[in-house]
């Protein structure tokens, strides 16, 4: 009948909405990452037992079918997860995609987000942003997305575990240059709340002295806007371009990518000095 996701608090209680709980008391089962932590939540909310699915990073996909076979009895099937919302760095984007593909409806109960939350206290530009969750833990896909996000001129919202911070803000400072701005929010909404503004380079001395415990959320300042390139700024770029044995299509393409150029204007040079 219909999946239902539903937001659930990211540490404090007391924003758990109305709506949520009786999303929750509706559904003949919910599926969630944590028996225990769900069904302290349901007691919490003073709703009674319900048959709780386990789907977790590691039972997604075998639970898919079941729970596509209680939708096709008809059943109400609410989505949780340990905090916040549901297919956010967390289990839930392939049910629902598996859901839609069968033809059921699929609902969802809006709740509370780590990093919606940390981005609006961030102190950093709200208006365009970009969430990135987890980095991958190493080899050239890390690279490669460290390197993204160096170019990359929204306010970036990143996800890290307590005992990987000091990497990533070492990995991050690298890549976008020390004096990057970063806010750093750990525990939010709960008792501990803590949030760090700085530089990436002064994040990295705090947090040597300061190990954070709890799940954290990274807010990072966007990239500035390149300076404007001269023309013969452009052409030295086209000219290097061309020594390494590009064509002049290519040459134009890359240089135009690297300045943030229109194609045709750095086209018109390249073709000019390829002719010498």
């Known amino acids: 009948m219909t ?5 659930t608090p990211i540490g404090n209680l007391g924003d758990l909405s109305r709506r949520a709980v009786e999303a929750l008391e509706r559904a003949d089962a919910i599926c969630c990452e944590d ?4 069904g302290r939540l349901l007691q919490h909310a003073g709703i009674g037992p319900r048959p709780l699915v386990v789907v977790n990073d590691h ?15 008809g059943e ?7 905090a ?16 839609v593909a069968e033809g059921h409806a699929v609902e969802v109960v809006p709740g509370p987000s780590a990093a919606v939350a940390a981005l609006v206290v ?15 833990r190493k080899g050239s896909g890390r690279t490669e997305r460290l390197a993204e996000l160096a170019r990359e001129r929204r306010t970036v919202v990143l996800y890290e575990a307590p005992h990987r911070l000091a990497r990533t803000l070492a990995d991050l400072a690298e890549a976008c240059g020390p004096d990057r701005r970063v806010a750093v929010a750990r525990e939010l909404t709960k008792l501990h709340e803590e949030l760090w ?11 040597d002295e300061h190990p954070p415990r709890g799940e954290l959320v990274l807010v990072l300042e966007g990239a500035p806007e390149p300076a404007a390139a001269s023309p013969a700024d452009v052409e030295a770029a086209v000219a290097a371009r061309l020594s390494a044995g590009d064509t002049a299509r290519d040459a134009a393409a890359a240089v135009a990518r690297d300045l943030g150029l229109p194609k045709r204007a750095v086209y018109d040079v390249a073709v000019r000095l390829a002719r010498g």
């Open 3 to 7: 999946l239902v996701l539903v937001g």
């Open 35 to 38: 028996t225990r932590r769900t």
């Open 59 to 73: 039972t997604e996909v075998r639970a898919i079918p079941g729970v596509l076979a209680r939708l096709a009895r």
């Open 76 to 82: 109400r099937v609410a989505v949780v997860t340990d």
């Open 84 to 99: 916040g919302m549901p297919g956010i760095s967390d289990p839930g984007e392939r049910l629902v995609r598996a859901a």
């Open 122 to 136: 961030s102190g950093l530009p709200t208006a365009r942003w970009a969430f990135e969750g987890f980095l991958p």
């Open 197 to 207: 503004r700085g530089t990436l380079a002064e994040a990295i001395a705090w947090a």
